[in-house]
């Protein structure tokens, strides 16, 4: 499908004439092209939204002074990327807005209008009116994610924690379901019905897919462990066998044609397309777990795009070396978490961090005996918040939203074709 800059608008030719239409000419100069600078494209964009998940909102990326709000945003996140690249772009006194309402945690309910939390209630009048465009990422916390990452990578919740075999089916038929295709809809009209895409023909939503975790080519891994107690080997860390990588590989991409496919369905509705999906998978090759001649955990390698628990981000040339032993920074039974009473709220919010944190208290509190493997490392500054801690692991660090920003345009500038 031809997805022309007539129909796209602000953020299409947006792209086209400021972002990719300067390139390196291989000394260090830029060179103007697709006729950049010809015209001035940016005074049209006026502002856009972010919605959806963790995904989206940068969890465990950079914050100003330290500080996270509670959706736990980054300002490494790719909305805020792009936002500060068409704050710069813009012409003098034209204020580009982001009303960023991305939340870690988020499912297709906090999205909904009437929802708990919900992000469309959220999106006031104004901000939608002052609109050109929206992104969205969001389906991951709908299918389980998190459960999968306990019962076949971490085990937060220790013998507890389930089979991965049982989350993988799970997940796997919650992608299936009508009731999932039927939401992921929901949400895209939702969205153009709030800034009354009748009126606004420019307006578009960019839906971003999930990238695959492993490279699952590699036998290297398959007797490495990500388990969170010592010995990983004896309290069963699940190890990382090729076929519980590909089988987890594999839920990402059936995510990715399932939000393709919903995508596509809506735009079905429209004489002319009104939403775009960007696929970013392909950007992480080489940037995964389990990349051949890595040795798992690990939390120097800055060419992994996705954080570990307790790892640094990657926003610098190399990952601050200056660390701490995580089990001296946080033990399970921290009277930061009542094991009697976390659960309910930490599975409202949805949060990973909160839910790990949960569940290896509720686990500590059944077997006392358990400690916390000596080898989890974490950079003095990711210790400003415990939950982050945990929660943004298997996230992409900076350099991938950086990769998905990079997708984005171009995804942007092809549909300027």
């Known amino acids: 499908m031809r997805l022309r800059a007539a129909f796209f608008g602000a ?16 000394s260090g100069g830029q060179q103007q092209v697709l006729g950049a600078g010809d015209n001035n494209e ?16 940068g969890i465990g990326t950079r914050v100003e002074n ?9 300002d490494g996140a790719y909305p805020e990327l792009i936002h500060g690249d ?22 297709t309910d906090n999205v909904l209008a009437g929802g708990e939390r919900s992000q469309m209630d959220a999106f006031n009048a104004s901000a939608a009116a002052g609109s050109d465009f929206a992104t969205l990422s969001i389906g991951g916390n709908d299918l389980g994610f998190f459960d999968v990452m306990n019962a076949c990578v971490f085990h937060f919740y220790s013998f507890y924690s389930g089979t991965c075999q049982t989350a993988l089916e799970a997940a796997a038929a919650r992608i299936t379901s009508p009731d999932f295709e039927l939401r992921l809809g929901l949400v895209l009209m939702e969205i153009l019905d709030k800034v009354r895409w009748e009126k606004r023909t420019s307006f578009s939503i960019t839906v971003t897919g999930y990238a ?7 036998e290297e891994c398959d007797d490495m462990s990500l388990g969170v107690w010592w010995p990983p080997a004896l309290l069963g860390g699940p190890k990382m066998h090729q076929s519980m990588r590909r089988q987890m590989n594999e839920l990402v991409v059936a995510v990715n044609k399932k939000l ?20 970013y ?20 390698r800055a060419e992994t795009w996705f954080f570990l628990p307790a790892g640094p981000d990657n926003a610098q040339p190399e990952p601050d070396t200056d660390t701490l032993i995580a089990s001296n920074a ?6 930061l978490v009542d094991p009697n009473s976390c659960l309910p709220e930490a599975e409202r919010s949805g949060d990973w961090g909160e839910l790990a944190l949960c569940l290896m208290a509720t686990a500590k509190q059944r077997n006392p005996s358990l400690e916390l493997r000596n080898d989890l490392l974490v950079t003095k500054d990711s210790m400003w918040y415990v939950p982050t801690y945990y929660g943004k692991t298997f996230h992409p660090r900076s350099l991938g939203h950086e990769a998905i920003r990079k997708k984005i345009y171009e995804v942007w500038f092809a549909g300027n074709n």
Not at 43 to 57: H, I, K, L
Not at 281 to 300: I, K, M, N, Q, W
Not at 330 to 335: G, Q
């Open 281 to 300: 998978d392909a950007e992480f090759d080489g940037h995964r777990f389990c990349e051949p001649g890595v040795s798992e955990p690990d939390y120097l």
């Open 66 to 74: 330290g500080t996270e709000n509670a959706c736990r945003q980054g």
């Open 330 to 335: 946080l033990e399970p039974d921290s009277p």
């Open 212 to 218: 695959r975790f492993f490279n699952a080519d590699t």
């Open 86 to 107: 068409m704050v710069a772009a813009a012409p003098a006194g034209r204020n580009v807005t982001l009303q960023f309402l991305s939340c870690t945690g988020a499912t």
């Open 11 to 26: 953020p299409v030719a947006w792209a086209a004439t400021v972002v990719l239409g300067r390139h390196d000419d291989g």
């Open 42 to 57: 940016t005074a049209r964009v006026n502002g856009f939204v972010a919605f959806g998940d963790s995904y989206s909102a």
């Open 260 to 279: 393709l496919r919903v995508v596509s369905d809506v735009n079905s509705r429209f004489a002319n397309p009104r939403v775009l999906f960007v696929d």
